[in-house]
């Protein structure tokens, strides 16, 4: 998405976000290293041509992905407390940081992409 879009700021924060979607992975994969089951991997492909639409629906497609995460790290985060794993409380909830990449995006949004994309 970062090699598409037409704001600066926006490829920026995809990039940044990526990055730590890749720390993130990391945490995820060795709790389940632990834990044995094989981690899977979503593509969204949803990319339209007109450049303001585009980076709207980009930072949308990314906004669904962060509320999916935030929902799905914080419930594993509460049944690992349950069962008494510590260690993977603290790897779940260092990946809570996704609510600060959530608050970026919606910035981004209102601030610059959004009113670009209604011109």
């Known amino acids: 998405m970062a090699d598409v879009v037409g704001h600066a700021e926006l490829r920026q924060g995809i990039q940044t976000h990526l990055e730590e979607t890749r720390a993130q992975q990391s945490r995820v994969e060795e709790i389940l290293r632990r834990h044995k089951p094989e981690p899977r991997e979503h593509v969204d492909q949803a990319i339209v041509q007109d450049r303001g639409l585009r980076d709207a629906g980009i930072i949308a497609s990314t906004q669904r ?55």
């Open 65 to 119: 992905v962060e509320h999916y995460e935030i929902a799905v790290y914080g419930s594993l985060a509460s049944w690992a407390k349950q069962l008494g794993l510590d260690e993977d409380v603290q790897a779940l909830l260092a990946i809570l940081e996704e609510k600060r990449t959530d608050g970026r995006l919606s910035l981004l949004a209102k601030r610059m992409i959004n009113p670009d994309a209604a011109t």
